[in-house]
């Protein structure tokens, strides 16, 4: 009997933990989001991670995958970047995962603009506003990340034809070079424009190169801005929801005609926002039946 215990006892101990960890897709581009994601961890178990030298932040979504989004930044070298994970299991073991992430040259255009002198050569009685513009869009990256309020996949701000991708080389008037830390998409002044995500609006301004701008804090240092727009549907402090309607296509600031700007960030380094867009992240569970 006591043997047989011993046995029982054995076949009921704690299995080993399988903690796997995969990344989508698997050879990215500079500049493009990546989703991590972790299997085998469970509610209970502490999971951090860093990609490179970023610091990760892991949700567990409706469909309990413990996942994180990040993003390559346009300035990363091709080659390996490793992503590294800790999985601290509720009785103290650690569980340490690593993978050399594979980065390929993304292929960007370069294109000469005519703006309005004044964007090229700022007159030195704006130059006081660009530098306070700057330091107040700087403190938002720097603020504490709040709770996850997008679920699921992203929505396009309007449906329209994109006039020019992330990553653009520029050169504004023969003088000025820039890059593209965004995406542009065709309308008219006045055309809607929609929260790609759920979120709370942190920035609603008036800016001397972004014009008329918003900007939404999605959760876990996830943030979508808004450019040029002519008028505004929301105040700052809203909780918008995904495709909710929070302002006009206008023509305000550097621009060379009506348009809607929009980047995406997460801490303080932008991504290509098609590739947020374009991302499965369904997770709607499945109802029974
Ligand atoms: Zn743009």
Request: with cysteine.
């Amino acid at each position: 009997m006591t043997v047989l215990l011993a046995i029982l006892l054995l076949q009921a101990g704690p299995a080993p933990r399988d903690i796997g960890l995969s990344v989508l897709p698997q050879n990215p581009v500079q500049g493009q989001l990546l989703i991590i994601e972790v299997s085998g961890a469970l509610p209970g178990d502490t999971v951090k991670g860093t990609f490179g030298k970023r610091k990760l932040r892991f949700y567990l979504d409706k469909l309990s995958r413990v996942r994180a989004l990040t993003s390559v930044e346009l300035s990363q070298r091709p080659g390996q970047v490793s992503l590294t994970i800790e999985v601290v299991l509720p009785d103290g073991e650690k569980v340490i995962k690593g993978l050399a992430v594979q980065v390929r040259a993304g292929e960007f255009d370069e294109i000469n603009l005519r703006v309005n002198p004044k964007f090229v050569t700022p007159p030195k009685r704006v130059q006081a506003r660009i530098k306070r513009e700057r330091q107040a869009i700087q403190q938002l990256w720097q603020r504490k990340a709040t709770w996850r309020k997008w679920s699921g996949s992203f929505v396009w701000p309007r449906k329209d034809q994109i006039c020019s991708r992330f990553g653009v080389k520029r050169m504004f008037n023969k003088k000025q070079k820039s890059r593209h830390y965004g995406v542009d998409i065709d309308g008219r002044v006045g055309g809607h424009i929609r929260a790609i995500g759920a979120g709370r609006v942190i920035m609603k301004s008036d800016r001397f190169y972004s014009g008329g701008t918003l900007i939404i804090d999605h959760g876990l240092k996830l943030y979508s801005l808004y450019f040029h727009l002519s008028g505004f549907l929301v105040s700052e402090g809203d909780l918008v929801d995904k495709g909710q309607l929070i302002g006009k296509v206008g023509r305000t600031g550097r621009v060379t005609g009506p348009h809607l700007h929009l980047s995406t960030k997460i801490e303080d380094v932008n991504f290509d926002p098609l590739s947020l867009l374009e991302a499965d992240l369904f997770e709607e569970a499945q109802v029974a039946p």
